[in-house]
């Protein structure tokens, strides 16, 4: 049974820090691709960044270069997201989601891959 798990999610104030963690288990294939995607109400869901199985290439969203970091420890299949300089409209639904072939753009929560269960994060002014 494949099991993707998030933590890490929470309360911080505007120019504050948080990071996430994700772990990928029960897949039949190796080396996941694996990202971030978040999801605020009434917003589109959106790839925030990713990382390649080997690590060698990271994507991220205009919105968040600069201020966030992915990394992950392929061995284990976990992924962690460091989030910097937080600001309120970073507030959403984190998704960890791991694939088989690189990740894009989604549609729907879900629409692809293995999800999360996701995990909230909340930035206030």
């Known amino acids: 049974e494949v099991q993707v798990v998030e933590s890490g999610g929470g309360s911080v104030q505007a120019g504050g820090s948080l990071r996430l963690s994700c772990t990928a288990s029960?897949?039949?294939?190796?080396?996941?691709?694996m990202g971030w995607y978040r999801q605020a109400p009434g917003n589109e869901c959106e790839l925030v960044s990713s990382?390649?199985?080997?690590?060698?290439?990271?994507y991220y969203a205009d919105s968040v270069k600069g201020r966030f970091t992915i990394a992950h420890d392929n061995g284990k299949n976990t992924v962690y997201l460091q989030m910097t300089s937080l600001k309120v409209e970073d507030t959403a639904v984190y998704y960890c989601?791991?694939?088989?072939?690189?990740?894009?753009?989604?549609?729907?929560?879900?629409?692809?891959?293995?999800w999360g269960q996701g995990t909230q994060v909340t930035v206030s002014s």
């Open positions: 989601v791991a694939d088989p072939t690189p990740l894009g753009p989604c549609t729907a929560v879900g629409d692809f891959g293995y």
């Open positions: 029960g897949f039949a294939f190796d080396d996941p691709e």
């Open positions: 990382i390649s199985s080997s690590g060698g290439h990271t």
